[in-house]
């Protein structure tokens, strides 16, 4: 079977249309904040679960929105192979938890529903026909074969929630680190730097002399700042904010989970954060990497770098999967304040679409 494209998109049958005609069971795998929003989803369509289901060994006694969790093996030995089927509701990157899901998906129709992690709008069928063209619009500013086929491929998976459409819309690690160039920084800015793992993986590959930390999480900041004491190859700065487009402060989600970030409307869990910009932040530097993970923020946090962009036209790599819209709000966006930049897509194996990276590198790197 070809894989879908762009132009055959319209034709693929919808996830939630399909789940509301399956006669089998439907089985949720796993719980968490992901499988919140996948029976809210479900709820609102009127379609039913028959109960939540964890791999062998990660069943303790829980209960998950009044069903007890089960075992993948209590599941396997009530239905047959093909019997139910089973929607993945969690997220991994990790090699040891994508084997175990390789298992369930050989035995049981395996979906994994694309809800967003940050914002309301579910990239159905009917937010795919509405955003066509600036679909298209951003996956022609795509500067290569690679990247509109993970385009492709991610939109697939996002209508249809096929779990091979998701496994198959990813690329080689190495192919990052070619267009990049990361062997010629010297001066990073990591937005969203966690405990600095980012930065770390860069001092192993980069002749860094600088680097600009900035993590809104106050326990992930102890660990960053904790960590930028101990560095000696070069000066790491961690600040404690939230990079987005203006000085000032913002409610901070700070529950701690994948949500965590700006604007997320979890009142209960919030805090206050001081937010800055790259371009005051990077005023007096040279940057010729950014990094932005910032959980929903990323188009915040472009528009506050445009003075930075113009003046030092670093490398970017940005990602790509928080809203329903970044897969073509943020290549329009960057494509604007970047001009001079190719675009690109990238991403590594996970679940859900998760690690899509738009990539943007200057046409020349000095």
């Known amino acids: 079977m070809s894989e879908p494209t762009f132009d055959t998109l319209h ?3 919808e996830l939630w249309e399909q789940l509301a005609r399956e006669t089998r069971d439907i089985w949720l795998y796993g719980m968490g904040n992901g499988a919140d929003k996948i029976l809210a989803v479900l709820e609102n369509r009127g379609i039913s679960v028959r109960g939540v289901f964890a791999s062998d060994g990660f069943v303790r006694g829980q209960v998950f929105h009044g069903m007890p969790v089960r075992s993948f ?3 396997s030995a009530t239905y047959p192979a093909n019997g139910c089927v089973v929607l993945l509701a969690f997220g991994t990157a990790r090699e040891d938890v994508l084997a175990l899901i390789e298992g369930v998906a050989a035995r049981y129709p395996l979906f994994v529903p694309d809800v967003p992690v940050c914002g309301e709008a579910l990239f159905d069928k009917n937010y795919f026909l509405a955003h066509r063209e600036e679909l298209a619009a951003a996956r022609a ?4 074969e690679t990247s509109r086929r993970i385009f492709d491929l991610t939109l697939a998976y996002k209508l249809t929630g096929r779990y091979d459409l998701l496994m198959a819309a990813t690329d080689d690690r190495t192919r990052e680190e070619a267009l990049m160039n990361y062997a010629t920084v010297r001066c990073m800015a990591d937005f969203g730097a966690y405990n600095g793992d980012t930065a770390r993986a860069m001092l192993e590959r980069a002749p860094l002399a600088e680097i600009f930390a900035v993590e809104p999480d106050k326990r992930n900041f102890r660990k960053l700042d904790a960590w930028a004491k101990t560095v000696t190859p070069c000066r790491v700065i961690p600040h404690h904010a939230a990079v987005f487009d203006r000085d000032g402060s913002a409610a901070f989600d700070a529950s701690g989970n994948r949500n965590a970030g700006l604007c997320t409307g979890r009142e209960r869990e ?5 937010t800055v910009t790259a371009d005051t932040l990077l005023s007096d530097a040279k940057p010729d990497f950014i990094k ?3 959980e929903g923020a990323e188009a ?4 506050g770098t445009a003075a930075t962009l113009a003046r030092c036209s670093p490398r970017l790599k940005v990602a790509c999967y928080h809203r329903s819209e970044d897969l073509f709000a943020l290549p329009l966006l960057l494509h604007t304040l ?5 675009l690109y897509l990238t991403r590594h194996a996970s679940v859900p679409a998760w690690d899509l990276d738009l990539l943007a590198v200057p046409y020349i790197i000095i």
């Not at 500013?141 to 290569?144: I, K, S, T």
């Not at 970047?338 to 190719?342: F, G």
């Open 270 to 274: 919030s805090e206050t954060v001081p």
């Open 292 to 294: 932005y993970d910032v």
């Open 338 to 342: 970047a001009p001079n930049h190719r």
């Open 300 to 303: 915040a946090a472009l528009r």
């Open 11 to 13: 034709t693929l049958p």
């Open 73 to 75: 093996s209590e599941v």
């Open 141 to 144: 500013l795509l500067a290569d």
